[in-house]
């Protein structure tokens, strides 16, 4: 049943000053549209009931809001543009779609669309993921447990834009969280708390109506839409996603490949080429989708072949990749040298002492007087030295080659008959790298080899790599001359208030009604 009236589910910070009355404020509402199944829901139960849930009659104050990634399914595409958009057009729904400008911020946000009377959902905008993830040779990756393609392409996009719609005037802004998950609710609500707070005001208020107001699951979820628009509908996430399993069943999610052959040998081909530039990187960890496509070869047997067929066909290139393993921090290095350090090593375990000085004074290359003072020692004994940790791995790649893929081959092989370069598959991937350099035990350490793989993987390294290469390897710069520059990596700043946003119709731009400030 249907609550008359919600309040938050996690509490808000107060804004500074009283907040006008009600009657002064018209606060619009913006539904974060996934095209998937939740928050196709919440749109309907919107539309059917939108009193129940604080909305005017007219539903005046609805925007729907939808992040263009440029990889979505073809078929939930299909699915919205001939079931759900009809709707919003007979209701007048404001509809916008919002998309990255470039892989820079400061690119910013491009409307695509923006109407009372939408007539399709954009397959993508002028920067997609994957142009992003081909140019860096990787495939989508959690960062200290996160989503990085989905805070990119999807929120860092719609804070953008409500930024630039809203300015300082707050807004109720609905996520379709089903009721199990309840968890992913708390965890936003908890960063949108500190973003008020560090406003100093109420930015937006976080509303799950699936959660607060109707409890529904994922099953109740998917019923009610079958139930409404007459077909199920799917998950709706990208087609590169590495959270495939977690978006859809794993039969699920191969029978969606083997439905669009096309974006299954493009998945494919992103995959081969991350794997060639890292072996450990695939779309599952260290395990790849290939593989796992070859587990049923009878019911994936077009999908291989088609990339297979694309693969020989593809402009193919030969990167040099240089690879630093750098020291990582360790409890002991944060012991005795705080919050900072900029050379880890092999630490003590305990505190200098008068006795460690004596014995551990010879050999080591330190400024007079130093040795003394400083908290650790080279650890020439294993008592006292502490655990090693990994810490950064810096990359880099420089293309050497291009051309065909058999030019490509035979272009490695060619440059694996110099002396002390090694030819050999990957142990899961089976692609053949000439290696001449390994890495070795601890840390710092370094590898290097030559590797063909699909064309268009941008060469680039960061400021100091090669000073640091010389360091740890003794070898100065490439082995092979690169055949393009170096690529300048974008520096990427992550504030919303001064993010261009610009109409690719500017006509188009419905304005805001019933908003004063």
Known sequence: MVAAAQTALFPLPEPPAAPPAPS???????????????????????????????????????????????????DSLSYVERLVLPLLAARKIRTVQVARG??????????????????????AGPWRLSAELRAAGTVPQMAAGRRTCSIRYKGWVLDAWAAFEFGTAPFRRVIGYHAGERARA???????????????????????????????????????????LGAKIRKSYCSMCPFSVSCAARERHEERLREHPEAASAVLM??????????????????????????????????????????????????????????GRTKDCRTWHGDRCASPRWWCREKRTAKCRREHRAGIDLPSGWLDTAPWCEGHRKTCR???????????????????????????????RGKGVRIRPGRSSYIQRAHYLDAGEGYPSADAY??????????????????????????????????RPLTQAPVQ???????????????????????TT
């Open 270 to 327: 992103l995959e081969y080429t991350s794997q060639a530039l890292n072996e450990k990187v695939a779309l599952y960890g260290e395990r790849s989708l290939y593989q796992q496509l070859a587990e049923d070869i009878p019911s994936n047997d077009d999908v291989l072949t088609r990339f297979e067929r694309d693969l020989d066909r593809a402009p193919f290139a030969v990167y040099e990749v240089r690879r630093l393993y750098l020291p």
């Open 102 to 123: 470039g892989r820079r911020d400061a690119d910013g946000v491009v409307v695509l669309d923006d109407t009372r009377t939408p007539q399709r959902i954009w397959a």
């Open 24 to 74: 002064s404020v018209k606060q619009h509402t913006v539904l974060s549209y996934g095209l998937g199944g939740d928050s196709t829901a919440i749109l309907l139960r919107f539309l059917a009931e939108p009193a129940a849930y604080g909305l005017e009659p007219d539903l005046s104050d609805l925007i729907v809001l939808h992040a263009v990634t440029g990889d979505e399914w073809a």
């Open 386 to 416: 502490g655990e090693q940790a990994k810490g950064q791995a810096w990359r880099s790649v420089q293309v050497v080659f291009e051309g065909a893929r058999q030019e490509a081959d035979l272009a490695l092989l060619r440059g694996g």
């Open 186 to 228: 708390e965890k936003d609500t908890a960063i949108q708390t500190e973003i008020n707070a560090a406003a100093g005001r109420v930015v937006c208020e976080p509303y799950y109506p699936l959660i607060e107001t109707d409890g529904m699951d994922r099953a109740a979820v998917e019923a009610y839409v079958h139930a409404r």
């Open 493 to 515: 700043r992550r504030s919303t208030s001064s993010v261009p946003v610009r109409h690719m119709h500017p006509e188009q731009h419905v304005p805001l009604v019933g908003l």
């Open 450 to 483: 030559l590797v063909a793989a699909p064309a268009g993987v941008e060469p680039k390294q960061r400021a100091g790599f090669e000073a640091k290469w010389t360091q740890v390897t003794g070898l100065a710069g490439t082995r092979w001359a690169p055949i």
